[in-house]
């Protein structure tokens, strides 16, 4: 059985499904030739499910859209961006297991909800 993917963005969805996402979003920055990006993406695929109601999680492929890997200043792979209102509020680079990537995930949500009750 084949395992759901995570969506795909690129040059021409970035602005639409991140930059004006209407909620958080996490940027996988990955490549199809990086083993660690491969282990990454099903544990990207579960938080995506498990997490959908708080945050939204996109794949770009790097060599595709070198664009918006310099744009961002992505060296390494796979980095993971949190995206709010159009903004990078954080980043982590390298692979994780899914309870680090959720803790990671998580702390952000909260440093952004304590931004915006202040």
Same mark, same amino acid.
């Given at each position: 059985? /084949?395992? =759901?993917?995570?969506?795909?963005? /690129?040059?021409? *969805?970035?602005?639409? &499904?991140?930059?004006?996402?209407? @909620? =958080?979003?996490?940027? /996988?920055?990955?490549?199809?030739?990086?083993?660690?990006?491969? %282990?990454? &993406?099903?544990?990207?695929?579960?938080?995506?499910?498990?997490?959908? +109601?708080?945050?939204?999680?996109?794949?770009? !492929?790097?060599?595709?859209?070198? /664009?918006?890997?310099?744009?961002?200043?992505?060296?390494?792979?796979?980095?993971? %961006?949190?995206?709010?209102? @159009?903004?990078?509020? +954080?980043?982590?680079?390298?692979? *994780?297991?899914?309870?680090?990537?959720?803790?990671?995930? &998580? !702390? @952000?949500?909260?440093?952004?909800?304590?931004?915006?009750? *202040?």
């Amino acid at each position: 059985m /084949d395992r =759901p993917k995570l969506p795909h963005v /690129d040059t021409s *969805s970035f602005d639409a &499904e991140v930059l004006r996402a209407a @909620g =958080p979003v996490v940027v /996988d920055f990955s490549a199809t030739w990086c083993p660690p990006c491969r %282990m990454m &993406e099903p544990v990207l695929t579960g938080l995506a499910a498990e997490m959908a +109601d708080r945050v939204t999680v996109r794949e770009l !492929d790097v060599d595709e859209n070198p /664009d918006i890997r310099t744009r961002y200043g992505v060296l390494s792979m796979p980095t993971l %961006m949190l995206f709010v209102d @159009g903004e990078p509020v +954080d980043r982590t680079v390298g692979f *994780s297991g899914a309870g680090s990537v959720r803790r990671w995930i &998580e !702390d @952000g949500l909260r440093t952004i909800a304590g931004a915006v009750s *202040s």
